[in-house]
């Protein structure tokens, strides 16, 4: 992984300071250019890897890319899957088979197996995953991605309800089908590392919010600190400026010291805050 | 007193699940869940190390158990929630708490009389931002509260589709039961149940059967009028959004999940922590981790006190009490009567103090 990875929060509108902020930004990104504008930027800076959300709007950008291969050569994309609030708020309008059966191919047989008998489909929570998982992954054919992230908000709940099996089926899957590193966001780093060892996952990847204040950092910061000196996961730091309460030079100069971390993950909408976040890391981290 | 709780979930929808994954993880619970038997049910008993109970009154059977979460449609909380306080076990329900208030009040009496901890998910009142809200409206900083604007949006019911009971009026669905009454719990903690309700509005966006949008304007004791304004077919919004924004005599306030703005005209020794002037705090500081982070801090916060009272075995008047729900609930029939009667519901409130009430700014 490359030390430095670019995230896209801020292409959707989401921003844990401001809701104001939130929507200029949702404004700013509304059109496919002004997103790929900002990745260029990010490009020219020297960062090659797009840690993404399945989101349609990512579609797009992958197609745009697609089309001109020389400007993105060596470009990588990290998918982070699902786009949660399309499940949520399909669930809340068609009730939760409405909105799994929603989510499968027409054709498949998946499908069928819902909405008709039961039986199948609870016996098959397996097959159900992994059919979800290459809906998810469609819009990255032919691209690289060689590491694939399970979004925060799936991750906690499998872990919450105890469904840690479904890791095991995640990995597989991403480790069969795609060649690639199966990966976990989480906002309880310390609980999902004791989990995925439990599942026979070793060192795994795993991202989650590191930073100097300890801001959802959720199962303790000393817990956190043990976990990354332990030498069992390999971490991806996001939220390292917590957004926005701490300064860049220290918070990277922070995380620079810490053992563990592998990568960060940010995400500007600025060519200044990139090239200076790229700086910071070179300057504290080693360049990639 | 116990060191651990055996609580179970009941209701495992989207709420239900959501619950059930933040207390199941709570170091200090033994946790069943619990719903009818169907996809879900079957699904987790192969797949989860939990309990997995089919249907209410199993659940019920359980001998040892002590606490129970209610996430079921609405229209059974009622009846739940009463087995389950004569039953003996601390009881946290989903918001809304019941359709008919006089069963909110009813079932408040009984729990206060038996002594168990009795809890609403009403999460907002966790947020940081709203916290610290109703810490600067006790304060008096603002002056007297003239004017207040309560508001909600979020894409939920974007297409005519078919219905749940979400979309059913008569189980509790509907934007007001499920996006207005946050807003309206906020205004409830802030300035108590609304004398008068007035230009109330249900309205029809996309759906037949019930309300996408409620309008409506509340007049308060010593001098707040508020308007609020909910829409939850609303596009442009990522997820819910709730603000609050109260304007007084001294000052202004505005709050939202992320952040509170003050403007305060005058520094207040009520308030010393905001000067003269516009003043902002965000969620990073007023935001406190809890033992699991699933979908924000307030979801796990009100679990985490709840399973704590629970254990303590007592319930020190805490925030989101059944009685405190029962403000809501009750508000939120004047709002059904009014629009649907197109007459002001309640009395006009008592003529406005020229002084602020004064409350000390450690009581919150």
Known sequence: ?288 | MSERLRIGVVGLGKMGLSHFAMVNPHPLTDTLACDQPGFITDVLSKNIAAPVVKGFDALMADEALQAVVIATPSKLHAPMVRTALERGLHVFCEKPFCLDWTDSVALADLAEEKGLVNRVGYHYRHVGAFAELKRIVDSGALGRITHVIAEAYGPVVLRSKRATWRTDKTEGGGCLYDYAAHPLNLLNWYFGTPKQVMGSDLGHVFSQETDDQVMSTMRFDNGPVAQLSVNWSDESHRKMSTKITIMGTKGRAYADRQECQVYLREEDENLPDYGKGWSVKYTTELTQDEWFYLRGEEYSAQIARFVEAAIAGKDEAQENTFRSAAETDRTMAMIIENAETGHPVGEAPTPVKPEPRKRGWLRR
């Open chain 1, 1 to 288: 992984m490359d030390k430095l990875l670019f995230g896209d929060n801020q292409f959707f509108g989401i921003n844990h300071m401001s809701e104001e902020k939130a929507r200029a930004q949702a404004m700013r990104f509304q059109e496919t250019d002004a997103i790929l504008s900002v990745l260029g930027s990010a490009y020219d800076a020297g960062i090659r890897t797009f840690m993404c959300t399945t989101h349609d709007r990512i579609g797009e950008i992958v197609e745009a890319q697609k089309k001109d291969p020389k400007r993105w050569e060596g470009f990588t994309y990290y998918p982070c899957m699902p786009y949660a609030h399309k499940y949520a708020n399909a669930v809340t309008e068609q009730g939760m088979v409405g909105a799994l059966t929603g989510f499968m191919p027409d054709d498949g047989l998946l499908k069928t197996a819902l909405t008709g008998t039961k039986a199948l489909a609870t016996k098959d929570v397996d097959g159900i995953a992994r059919v979800l998982i290459d809906m998810e992954m469609k819009m990255f054919r032919g691209q690289n991605t060689p590491v694939v992230f399970i979004q925060n908000v799936f991750t906690d709940l499998l872990m919450g309800m105890g469904f840690h099996s479904a890791f095991r089926v995640f990995h597989d899957h991403i480790k069969e089908k795609y060649n690639a590193e199966p990966a976990y966001i989480t906002m309880n780093m310390p609980m999902l590392l004791e989990v995925l060892e439990g599942q026979g996952i070793e060192k795994p990847i795993i991202c989650s919010n590191i930073n100097k204040i300890g801001f959802r950092m959720s199962g303790g910061f000393d817990a956190y600190l043990d976990a990354l000196k332990s030498g069992r996961v390999r971490a991806v730091a996001m939220s390292v400026y917590a957004s926005g309460a701490i300064p860049a030079d220290e918070a990277i100069h922070w995380l620079s010291e810490l053992p563990g971390v592998e990568s960060l993950v940010f995400g500007a909408s600025s060519r200044g805050n990139i090239e200076g976040t790229k700086a910071l890391v070179d300057k504290y981290m080693g360049t990639s």
